[in-house]
């Protein structure tokens, strides 16, 4: 796989993952249905763990491609606000759209 796929690779599965939580009510897409629904800080906690997974799959890429650069703490602040930015489809799916009775 080439850089320019791992990167994209990426980029596709963060907006999959930032959007998960928002789109279901199964924890973490395939566990158990929430009843009635799940509440906002379980989707939250499930939205942390997505982050942590797909900064294990880019950490396994870029692994795979060569030396790993080390990170400081900035970069982890960039990468969880660009998550949760990828995330406000879901969010206003669930949240903010109106809904037809």
């Known amino acids: 796989m080439t850089q320019t796929a791992s990167i994209w690779l990426i980029i ?6 930032a959007n998960l939580p928002f789109m ?3 924890w973490l897409a395939a566990g158990p249905v929430a009843a009635p629904h799940k509440p ?4 939250l906690a499930e939205l942390f ?4 997974l797909v900064g294990g799959l880019a950490l ?3 692994r795979r491609a060569g030396q ?9 602040a960039i ?3 660009l998550f949760v930015t990828l995330a406000f489809p879901g969010f206003v799916y669930r949240y903010l759209a109106k809904r037809r009775s």
Do not use: H
């Not at 906002?40 to 989707?43: H, S």
């Not at 790993?68 to 982890?76: L, M, R, T």
């Open 12 to 17: 596709l599965a963060a907006l999959v993952a």
């Open 24 to 26: 279901n009510e199964r």
């Open 40 to 43: 906002f800080w379980g989707r």
């Open 49 to 52: 763990v997505l982050y942590l």
């Open 60 to 62: 396994a890429l870029e």
């Open 68 to 76: 790993i650069y080390p990170q400081g703490w900035e970069f982890y």
């Open 79 to 81: 990468t969880a606000t």
